[in-house]
């Protein structure tokens, strides 16, 4: 026989469980659905090269002077401001295939010069070399220890370029934004690729993505157009650097100091997107002169959003 007191324990706690089953019920029937957060692009930020008639930077570039286009439509509120004293963050990558050996030498002595010439403060290095796969993986902040990083290249090898700029492009370095910086790559190779699994469209998009500008440097006689030349332009020309091609030691050493000299004279454009429809897509963007000089405005010709 049970008596009156425990069964009102029993149907006690028989209620507590039947509420708390309730309980958890109805916030699963809440939480069916995971919640979705969406990362939009709040502000769109591009690096800006202004040059003159000439191909000499353009100082002193004032909002006025330009127009900015977000797919065919009119930017109407944008802010520009000089870059040149922004921390930057350069990514050195350098091809040492088989197709690029004998070029080698001068890359690694130019190069010495050129980080020597470049380096401020604050400004972050990374370098990556390659042939089949990536063989050297570094971050530095002195020049000095460039040159000791490359005492003993391997040298030799097919060629994964695009794999090589592509994880370049998502290295650490470039991510963190804590603190506004410019963000640069100069490729040294041939663009010749015979071993990528991603190809050229993913290394554009991951550079267009994280506002990487690629400068590329490759070492022929520049009268004869060599299989990779296009390849190389493509990746200057779609995130707002540049292509060089060189013969010798003395026209890599101009080429480099012209992109030192872009990067240190650069501008930043700074606004905010038209607007969003939740969706990954692409923005294109053009900015204009509009002064009638030969003056000309260079950048990344756009940007994703990022849902």
């Known amino acids: 026989m049970v008596s009156s007191k425990s069964a009102d324990g029993v149907g006690e706690m028989k209620r507590t469980v039947f509420l708390l089953l309730v309980h958890i019920l109805a916030i699963n029937a809440f939480s069916s659905d995971p919640t979705i957060i969406r ?20 100082l002193n570039l004032s909002p006025a002077d330009i127009t900015v286009l977000e797919n065919g439509l009119p930017v109407s509120q944008f802010d520009l401001r000089s870059a040149g004293d922004l921390p930057l963050r350069l990514g050195i990558v350098l091809d040492l295939s088989d197709s690029t050996k004998k070029t080698w030498p001068i890359v690694r002595s130019a190069l010495n010069r050129s980080l020597s010439e470049a380096f401020r403060p604050h400004d972050q290095f990374l370098l990556m070399t390659f042939n089949s796969k990536i063989e050297t993986e570094h971050e530095f902040t002195e020049p000095s220890q460039f040159s000791t990083m490359l005492e003993n290249p391997a040298q030799g090898g097919l060629t994964a370029l695009y794999d090589t700029v592509y994880r370049a492009c998502k290295h ?86 012209t992109v030192n000299q872009e990067l240190r004279s650069s501008y930043v454009l700074y606004y905010h997107p038209l607007a969003e429809d939740g969706r990954r897509n692409f923005r294109r963007v053009y900015i204009l002169s509009n002064q009638d000089n030969g003056s000309h405005m260079r950048a990344r010709i756009g940007y994703y959003t990022k849902p």
Do not use: C
């Not at 990362?39 to 353009?58: C, F, G, I, W, Y």
């Not at 470039?174 to 015979?194: K, T, W």
């Open 39 to 58: 990362k939009r692009v709040s502000e769109v930020q591009m690096m800006v090269v202004a040059t003159d008639s000439q191909n000499r930077p353009l």
């Open 172 to 257: 650490q370095m470039f991510l963190a934004d804590s603190e506004p910086h410019r963000s640069a790559m100069i490729l040294l190779s041939d663009g010749e690729d015979d071993i990528s699994l991603h190809d050229l469209n993913d290394a554009i998009d991951e550079a267009q993505l994280n506002g990487i500008a690629i400068y590329t440097v490759a070492t022929h006689d520049p009268r004869y157009s060599k299989r990779g030349d296009e390849v190389l332009h493509l990746l200057a020309a779609s995130t707002g650097g540049r292509d060089f091609v060189v013969k010798d030691s003395n026209q890599l050493q101009l080429a480099l100091a």
